[in-house]
């Protein structure tokens, strides 16, 4: 279900009503509406309020609160980009009852709907779900026989085998059903996963980076280049399970090893600014679980950050 864009949301300090140079997030966007023209190069903002596939995965819940709780605290944000860059909320993507797949097909078809808008989507999860719906919509917006990369900041593979689709089976889903799909995974967690996993991870061909051998230097920055110059096109996912959980505790699965917001903040700006990828997401974030909306605050900037990579991107080619 489509819920429109709350501009109550968007509210904060205001410097100035004139000077856009002293502008904050809340007075430069624009909600509209999924059938609005949103303009080429727009940093657009979906939500997707959905937890369902976190319970099937037994996690802890309350990550669908996230999104609006993240957008209450980017509207207060120094708003850096140029005054004809279009910042659009378009609402939030609600998963209704237990109809996860639905909800994961409807985000789908928003994001494909920015995509051929020539915006950039920048998706607000939900579980890590949502990764599976911002796959759909980028593989809509494609065809079938374009190669796309998945780029996973994330301390777990999420490739288990289940009964039925969860927030730990994504890539697993989309690797076994598309020959034109690979996965990078930044970050993951040897106490994170299990033997088994490791060799299922081998058997799916994917490639991975472990926490403690993550940085920004040249090696990882080329591994990252190599990956990104295989495809046509390349999502970028972040879990922020990820992040250490003194920097990070409202997540539903807190890793007391994480990595490094500041690290994170870096390989989202780098990658963001790598010119074939079209789309990012967020996901985990759980306010209920918060502790002084610290994970929502880094949240906020981590988007904000991405955001930047992308508006980058646009002014390089103008």
């Given at each position: 279900?489509?819920?429109?864009?709350?501009?109550?949301?968007?509210?904060?300090?205001?410097?100035?009503?004139?000077?856009?140079?002293?502008?904050?997030?809340?007075?430069?966007?624009?909600?509209?509406?999924?059938?609005?023209?949103?303009?080429?190069?727009?940093?657009?903002?979906?939500?997707?309020?959905?937890?369902?596939?976190?319970?099937?995965?037994?996690?802890?819940?309350?990550?669908?609160?996230?999104?609006?709780?993240?957008?209450?605290?980017?509207?207060?944000?120094?708003?850096?980009?140029?005054?004809?860059?279009?910042?659009?909320?378009?609402?939030?993507?609600?998963?209704?009852?237990?109809?996860?797949?639905?909800?994961?097909?409807?985000?789908?078809?928003?994001?494909?709907?920015?995509?051929?808008?020539?915006?950039?989507?920048?998706?607000?999860?939900?579980?890590?779900?949502?990764?599976?719906?911002?796959?759909?919509?980028?593989?809509?917006?494609?065809?079938?026989?374009?190669?796309?990369?998945?780029?996973?900041?994330?301390?777990?593979?999420?490739?288990?085998?289940?009964d039925a689709p969860?927030?730990?089976?994504?890539?697993?889903?989309?690797?076994?059903?598309?020959?034109?799909?690979?996965?990078?995974?930044?970050?993951?967690?040897?106490?994170?996963?299990?033997?088994?996993?490791?060799?299922?991870?081998?058997?799916?061909?994917?490639?991975?980076?472990?926490?403690?051998?993550?940085?920004?230097?040249?090696?990882?920055?080329?591994?990252?280049?190599?990956?990104c110059d295989r495809?046509?096109?390349?999502?970028?996912?972040?879990?922020?399970?990820?992040?250490?959980?003194?920097?990070?505790?409202?997540?539903?699965?807190?890793?007391?090893?994480?990595?490094?917001?500041?690290?994170?903040?870096?390989?989202?700006?780098?990658?963001?600014?790598?010119?074939?990828?079209?789309?990012?997401?967020?996901?985990?974030?759980?306010?209920?679980?918060?502790?002084?909306?610290?994970?929502?605050?880094?949240?906020?900037?981590?988007?904000?950050?991405?955001?930047?990579?992308?508006?980058?991107?646009?002014?390089?080619?103008?």
């Amino acid at each position: 279900m489509h819920e429109q864009a709350k501009r109550q949301l968007w509210q904060g300090r205001i410097d100035s009503e004139t000077d856009f140079d002293s502008f904050r997030f809340h007075q430069a966007i624009d909600c509209v509406e999924p059938e609005d023209d949103v303009k080429p190069h727009a940093l657009a903002i979906v939500g997707f309020e959905c937890e369902e596939g976190v319970r099937r995965n037994e996690g802890r819940l309350g990550a669908k609160h996230a999104p609006d709780e993240i957008r209450k605290t980017l509207a207060s944000l120094p708003y850096h980009f140029e005054q004809d860059q279009q910042l659009a909320d378009t609402g939030n993507i609600v998963c209704v009852g237990k109809n996860l797949e639905q909800a994961q097909q409807e985000l789908g078809n928003h994001v494909e709907h920015l995509l051929r808008k020539s915006a950039s989507p920048i998706i607000l999860g939900g579980g890590h779900e949502t990764l599976y719906g911002h796959y759909l919509g980028m593989r809509q917006f494609i065809g079938p026989d374009k190669t796309l990369g998945l780029i996973n900041i994330d301390a777990h593979f999420d490739i288990r085998e289940a009964d039925a689709p969860s927030s730990g089976t994504m890539f697993r889903q989309i690797l076994e059903n598309d020959v034109h799909a690979g996965y990078l995974v930044l970050g993951i967690q040897s106490f994170g996963n299990t033997k088994a996993l490791f060799k299922q991870a081998d058997k799916l061909g994917c490639q991975y980076i472990l926490a403690e051998n993550l940085s920004t230097d040249p090696l990882t920055k080329t591994v990252i280049d190599e990956f990104c110059d295989r495809y046509d096109y390349v999502l970028l996912t972040l879990c922020t399970d990820s992040i250490a959980a003194q920097a990070a505790p409202g997540v539903s699965a807190p890793a007391p090893f994480g990595l490094d917001p500041l690290l994170v903040r870096n390989l989202i700006s780098y990658i963001t600014r790598k010119a074939n990828i079209r789309s990012f997401d967020i996901s985990e974030v759980n306010p209920l679980l918060d502790e002084n909306g610290r994970t929502v605050k880094l949240a906020a900037y981590l988007v904000a950050e991405a955001m930047d990579g992308f508006a980058d991107k646009v002014m390089e080619k103008e």
